[in-house]
């Protein structure tokens, strides 16, 4: 296994529109278990292929606080949502800013596991809100997408500055 780099917000990369798993090989499950591997290193609840660089649908999630319940979503649909949410969000590509943002209170997402088997789930809360987020990363958007365009900017230029400090 091997820790991948994730993209920073606003890399263009970020913005690219993730193509569908035609069939899980090897390499899906080698970039499965590095994705989950980065994801707990960082420490966060979930991570897109979109966000290290690699543009399929491949989602990795964890919400649980033994980091014990691995989920692997390939090419993932929300075939079903209602309700509403708001919460705060943070993101591993956008560090340090969490802001809220309205989510669907309930999901039903239709996606493959790594054994190709077609599956459902329905999720609410937390899981909810993370499987919307990370879907939304392998359309290409980033949570700061559903933000005012000022808060947009304040957020990009706080980011200018971090990346200025520790470089
Ligand atoms: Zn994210």
């Not at 529109?17 to 707990?40: C, N």
């Amino acid at each position: 296994m091997a820790l991948l780099p994730i993209l920073r917000f606003p890399d263009a990369r970020l913005k690219k529109v993730a193509v569908p798993i035609a069939s899980i090989d090897g390499s899906i499950r080698k970039l499965a278990a590095d994705m989950a591997e980065t994801m707990y290193e960082a420490p966060g609840i979930g991570l897109a292929a979109t966000q290290v660089d690699v543009h399929k649908q491949l989602v990795v999630i964890d919400i649980s606080e033994e980091k014990n319940d691995l989920l692997v979503l390939i090419n993932p649909r929300i075939a079903a949502s209602d309700g509403g949410q708001t919460g705060e969000e943070g993101c591993l590509s956008v560090p340090g800013i969490y802001e809220k943002v309205e989510r669907a209170e309930h999901v039903t997402v239709d996606y493959l596991d790594l054994d190709g088997k077609k599956c459902s789930l329905k999720a609410d809360g937390l899981l909810a809100v993370c499987i919307q987020h990370e879907l939304d990363h392998l359309n290409g958007k980033v949570f700061v997408d559903h933000l005012s365009q000022l808060k947009q900017t304040r957020i990009k230029g706080k980011l200018a500055k971090q990346a200025r400090v520790t470089a």
